[in-house]
């Protein structure tokens, strides 16, 4: 079975890199020439554009930035909707507005293709090993015929609902996850400025209820100060910002949201939108001037 796959980034790589593991034909496109370059080595073949992509498969895997990015790549000029074949299927593994998915799903259904929204948790390492946690929305019909791909990339895949509901599903995720990292951040500052070790309350705390895969992953990174991404502080915000206009349009006040948010613009603002979402202890950081790090 043949593949397409638009997007080859921090994510898309690596997940498009298990699909040629598990033994399917790739078609391959980015706007970064390098990466694509990449996945040919890797035993792909390079389309020459979204569209091109669209006209060869009968399923496109898209992992792009955002909404308008996702528009760009679907509805745009040399676009996927301009190759699409009828009954084909697209999904969507990018994390965009719900109702973005709405919109390019109505008119890829013009075209008699249909559209899953399914976007992920589990960031670069789980995207590696294939592990990733993959919430879907769109007809129960095509998540049937496409969940053994999705779970060459995925640890689970879980229908949430119609199309939408795999984001609305990934906004309630970064929701818990930005305030998992600020509650850890808040926490681990206050520990250090009192001068208890953060790593000896790490490892005395994390068996206990305030343990949480957030705290396993990026405790260790703080500790090294290695705010690398990952998953990028200018991302997230992108997130946030889709659940708060999802929210608010639906009459949701999300009050932690919308302050984690200004802590994030504050990050931005010092020039550090391109760190870690980890690297979020740095607010904290500056406001208590301590900085939490290994004892050497
Ligand atoms: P990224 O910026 O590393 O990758 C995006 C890729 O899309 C890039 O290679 C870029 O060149 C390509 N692209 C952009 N516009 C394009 C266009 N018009 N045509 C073709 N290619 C285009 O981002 P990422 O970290 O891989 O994230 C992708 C999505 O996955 C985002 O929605 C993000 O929120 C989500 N996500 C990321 C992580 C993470 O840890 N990085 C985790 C879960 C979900």
């Known amino acids: ?3 397409g796959f638009i997007g080859l980034g921090i994510m898309g790589k690596p997940m498009a890199k298990n699909l040629l593991t598990a033994g399917y034909d790739l078609l391959v496109y980015d706007i970064v020439s390098e990466s694509v370059s990449e996945l040919v080595t890797a035993g792909a073949v390079a389309a ?4 091109d992509v669209a006209a060869g498969v009968d399923l496109i895997i898209t992992m792009l930035p955002n909404s308008p990015h996702v528009k760009a790549v679907i509805l745009g000029e ?3 909707i301009e190759g ?3 009954g084909a299927i697209v999904v969507d593994m990018s994390s965009i507005a719900p109702l973005a998915a709405q919109e390019v799903a109505a008119e890829l259904e013009k075209k008699g293709a249909i559209m899953l929204d399914a976007p992920v948790s589990g960031g670069e390492p789980k995207a590696i090993d294939g592990t ?3 919430m879907v929305g769109g007809p129960e019909k095509a998540f049937e015929k496409v969940k053994d791909v999705l779970l060459k ?3 689970s895949a879980v229908r949430c609902g119609d199309i939408g509901a795999g984001n609305v599903t990934k906004l309630a995720n970064q929701i818990i996850v930005a305030l998992n990292i600020a509650a850890v951040s ?4 206050l520990a250090t400025k009192a001068k208890v070790d953060p790593e000896l309350v790490f490892n005395a705390i994390k068996g206990g209820l305030a343990g949480s895969t957030v705290l396993n992953a990026k405790m260790p990174l703080i500790l090294e100060g290695n705010f690398k991404p990952g998953f990028r502080i200018e991302l997230h915000i992108k997130d946030l910002q889709n659940a708060l206009d999802t929210a608010h349009e639906i009459g949701v006040p999300v009050p932690l949201t919308s302050q984690v948010m200004e802590f994030m613009q504050a990050l931005k603002v010092a020039g550090k939108q391109k760190d870690d979402h980890g690297g979020l202890i740095q607010f904290y950081e500056s406001l208590a ?3 939490v790090r290994r004892n050497a």
């Open 78 to 80: 040399n676009g996927v």
């Open 132 to 134: 990733l946690a993959i």
């Open 48 to 51: 020459k554009s979204p569209r």
């Open 1 to 3: 079975m043949r593949i």
């Open 153 to 155: 990339m995925g640890a």
């Open 289 to 291: 001037a301590v900085e």
């Open 84 to 86: 699409v074949r009828s």
């Open 186 to 189: 808040e926490a681990m500052t």
